[in-house]
């Protein structure tokens, strides 16, 4: 005889219920395996720090090493020579490029002036902007040779600004001068091929030289 | 109950590890030695530049005959020596056939080569050539100045003739004072 479903088949109670236990022993064991999978990537993690923290320190000392190598290869002498000689050099070319040379003014001189006018006195001077003046005071034969001086620097060029004053006739006609000119700087320049310098002495005489006195050295015309 | 402890221990460790070594190691010394090895790096390769440009430079100078080189050093000494020079001076007038009546330093020392004192422009370009003035009186013949001129600016130390007075005479023997300028390399 079949009994109703109603009726239990024992007096034994079943348990309440298996799945919710089941659920917590599942929840338990992940929250477990997360946890210890956390602690293994950081111990790795933790392990690959401190090994790249010793290579990173290897590292740099050995760079250390060959960084002061590289320094006791540096010669500060033979630094010390290379300075020397760009400064030796560099200065040397822009002297030289200023270096004056006024035996290129007394060949022009020489050749230029008229055999009628001479100086008995003559100053050359470099300026230190690389401008050279030159002032003197001479005796020409008469105004016509005065002239022709004045024309043949105005002619020329390279004696600029060249400006006659104390313009005096003296008793023989001849008339003194005294003059104050400006150089073009390759009249003086060194290196710029000027005219030979001619063997003529050029006719200075002392300042207050009587025309008699200039005799000795170039007697005017 | 144990099985929830272990694992919350170790999440507890793995936290603790992180925090008191792991970050701090990485943001702290590995930081500050990949700060340093950079550094190292760069001063390394400024080495190898410097020593490339060195073995180029010592190329170059070795290409330069050492002659020309000692001539350079003549040329623009580094020192002084105005009385080697004014020795030097002495004989060349003496082979010009100049007398040389006198001769002595100026009292004003220009400091700068490149350009005058008074321009006011400091440099230190312009204060790698030292100069000094030397004045000296001479007696001679308009030849004998020629070729003293030839002589002072050919001369294989850099002398510029700042200044030229001639004064004439009766006798064809002129009278002349010049200023000298010398330079040497500070």
Do not use: C
């Not at chain 1, 050995?62 to 020579?81: G, L, M, R, W, Y």
């Not at chain 2, 440099?123 to 070729?147: C, F, V, W």
């Amino acid at each position: 005889m079949a009994l109703p479903p109603t009726i239990p088949t024992s007096f034994i109670p079943h348990a309440a219920s298996a799945a919710p236990r089941r659920f917590r022993s599942d929840l338990t064991g992940a929250f477990a395996y997360f946890a210890y999978g956390v602690l293994t990537i950081v111990v790795m993690l933790a392990l690959g720090v401190f090994s790249y923290d010793r290579i990173l320190a290897a590292s740099q000392t050995a760079k250390d090493k060959e960084i002061k190598k590289a320094q006791e290869n540096i010669d500060s002498a033979t630094v010390e020579q290379f300075v020397r000689l760009r400064d030796r050099l560099s200065e040397s070319e822009t002297l030289l490029a200023g270096h004056p040379a006024f035996s290129g003014f007394f060949a022009a001189l020489e050749k230029i002036l008229p055999a009628t006018v001479r100086f008995s006195t003559l100053r050359l001077s470099q300026g230190n902007a690389g401008t050279a003046t030159v002032e003197g005071s001479g005796i020409a034969k008469s105004f016509n040779a005065l002239a022709a001086a004045s024309d043949v620097f105005a002619k020329d060029g390279r004696i600029k600004n060249a400006v006659f004053s104390d313009i005096n006739v003296n008793k023989d006609s001849s008339v003194s001068f005294a003059l104050s000119a400006t150089l073009d700087p390759g009249l003086f320049a060194f290196g710029i091929p000027s005219p030979a310098a001619a063997n003529a002495p050029l006719a200075t005489s002392s300042a207050r030289a009587s025309p008699e006195a200039t005799q000795g050295t170039a007697p005017l015309p | 109950m144990n099985n929830r402890i272990l694992p919350t221990l170790a999440l507890v460790v793995a936290v603790g590890i992180f925090f008191a070594y792991v970050n701090p190691t990485w943001s702290g010394s590995i930081a500050a030695a990949k700060v340093q090895i950079d550094d190292d790096n760069k001063a390394l390769e400024a080495a190898r530049d410097y020593e490339k440009r060195q073995h180029e430079l010592a190329s170059a100078r070795n290409a330069i005959d050492p002659a020309d080189l000692t001539r350079l050093v003549v040329f623009l000494p580094d020192s002084v020596d105005n009385v080697g020079l004014i020795l030097d001076l002495n004989a060349l007038t003496a082979r010009s056939g100049l007398s040389l009546a006198s001769i002595d330093v100026s009292a004003d020392t220009v400091s700068g080569a490149g350009a005058p004192a008074s321009e006011g422009l400091p440099s230190s370009e312009m204060d790698l050539a030292g100069s000094i003035d030397l004045s000296l009186s001479a007696i001679g013949t308009y030849a004998a100045l020629q070729t003293f001129l030839a002589g002072v600016e050919r001369s294989a130390r850099l002398l510029d003739v700042r200044e030229i007075v001639v004064n004439g005479s009766d006798t064809g023997v002129y009278t002349y004072q010049m200023t000298l300028r010398l330079y040497w390399l500070r």
